[in-house]
């Protein structure tokens, strides 16, 4: 077990054929210039690093989202995101890439459309988009192009969008999906680092005998209710302790908001989303989308169902949640240990009869798995 959680040697990111330039360093570059970008939105302020800041270990501190204006779930992490299948807290994206294009055009969030996308990519990384991608369209082509449309903005932006030809069309959403690609490949690059409970495994395993006193006795106490009686290592297993699964955790809705059914809807919407990994900007042949292909839709578990979020780092990113409902891990293991039932669908826990001591144990283990966020700044890549 203690080897499936801390496998001793970095994790390296799964291939995604979906996606050619996964793993370029030139489209790295591009991408990091574009998740620094504020200029890719509506008010001129938001960047994809508003919210997923990098000295936050990728997330805002705060209950949920906010861009233009507040939105419905909490940010994710972003370092431990490329090892799952799915994005989104209800998995509504099948890749980096394309979860990508959603904050872009999300009103709450930077509130921009794809028209705008590719003439920012025009007017400002023509050079480094070029040396990636088929070429973007030219100038005098562009000025066809409206401003701002896209088929599902708003009103306006959709009826502009359904002005424009077809070969129009289709080269802004090729523009657009690249431009998913290259902040994909930007984090890729963005690692999970080991943290104190790696030092402890890697000690326990070393043949010279390593210090395995790097743990404490609370904190080894709680390692062992996290597999045992807390049934916690059920979902939070493997080197990111999380399945990659979701599940039904019976995590109340926020006050004065209807319950969010998450992966029930998540998933409908990933096996329609037109850049999915069998949609026509995808780079994988058909037969290498399993994940599509055997995805589950219409079962019953999947209502109120989340994302097993990765606990690496975990202690650093209160609140908890898919909408920060839970202030602090005290509040968090309170909730596991009473398993109240689902406001929608049902919940997967059963009561643990945990003791107080045992619950701080298990919170004293968590914060064994801090890591030290992965160094980056703004920087542009050469234009
Ligand atoms: C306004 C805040 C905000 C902005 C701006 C924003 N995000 Fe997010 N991000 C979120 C929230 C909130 C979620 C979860 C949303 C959901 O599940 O519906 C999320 C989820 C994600 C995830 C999924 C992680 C996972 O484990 O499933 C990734 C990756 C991500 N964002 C990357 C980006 C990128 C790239 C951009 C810029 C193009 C961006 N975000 C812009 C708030 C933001
Ligand atoms: C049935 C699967 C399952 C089990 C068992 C489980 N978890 Fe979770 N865990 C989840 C899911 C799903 C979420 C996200 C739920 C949501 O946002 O509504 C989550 C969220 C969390 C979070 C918040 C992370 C964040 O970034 O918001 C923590 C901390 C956590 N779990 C710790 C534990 C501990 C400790 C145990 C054992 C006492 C445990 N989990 C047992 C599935 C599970």
């Given at each position: 077990m203690l080897r499936m959680l801390s496998p001793g040697a970095a994790l390296a990111p799964p291939a995604d054929p979906?996606?050619?330039?996964?793993?370029d360093p030139q489209a790295a570059a591009l991408g990091r210039s574009l998740f620094f970008d504020a200029g890719l939105s509506d008010n001129g302020k938001v960047s994809c690093a508003s919210c997923h800041q990098p000295e936050r270990g990728f997330t805002d501190g705060l209950p949920v989202g906010r861009g233009l204006s507040d939105g419905a779930r909490r940010t994710m992490p972003v370092a431990s995101a490329v090892h799952s299948p799915w994005q989104f807290w209800d998995g509504r994206a099948d890749s980096l890439w394309a979860q990508a294009l959603g904050p872009v055009e999300n009103p709450a969030e930077h509130g921009f459309t794809r028209t705008q996308v590719a003439h920012a990519l025009a007017a400002q990384y023509r050079g480094p988009y070029e040396r990636l991608f088929p070429a973007l369209p030219a100038a005098h082509d562009l000025q066809?192009?409206?401003?701002r449309a896209s088929p599902v903005g708003d009103a306006q932006a959709r009826a502009a969008w359904d002005r424009m030809a077809a070969a129009d069309q289709r080269a802004v959403n090729l523009a657009f999906a690249n431009f998913g690609k290259a902040i994909a490949a930007y984090e890729r690059t963005l690692t999970v680092q080991p943290g104190r409970f790696d030092r402890y495994v890697a000690g326990l395993f070393a043949q010279t005998g390593g210090s395995a006193g790097a743990l404490s006795t609370d904190e080894r106490a709680g390692l062992r209710l996290f597999i045992g009686k807390g049934q916690c290592a059920n979902c939070h297993n493997g080197p990111l302790f999380s399945n990659g699964g979701f599940a039904n955790t019976g995590v109340p809705p926020r006050p004065g908001h209807a319950p969010d059914r998450g992966r029930d809807e998540g998933v409908r919407k990933a096996l329609n989303d037109p850049f999915n990994c069998k949609g026509a900007f995808s780079d994988a042949p058909p037969a290498r989308c399993d994940e599509l292909e055997f995805a589950v839709t219409d079962s019953p578990e999947q209502v109120g169902a989340f994302k097993v979020p990765s606990l690496r780092g975990v202690s650093q990113r209160a609140p908890y949640m898919h909408a920060g409902q839970l202030a602090s891990m005290d509040q968090v293991l309170d909730h596991y240990n009473r398993a109240p039932a689902s406001a929608v669908g049902h919940s997967e826990l059963q009561p643990l009869g945990l003791t107080s001591a045992e619950r701080r144990q298990i919170v004293a283990f968590l914060r064994t798995l801090d890591e030290t966020t992965p160094a980056t700044s703004p920087r542009k890549a050469r234009r």
């Open positions: 979906s996606n050619r330039v996964a793993d066809r192009i409206p401003q």
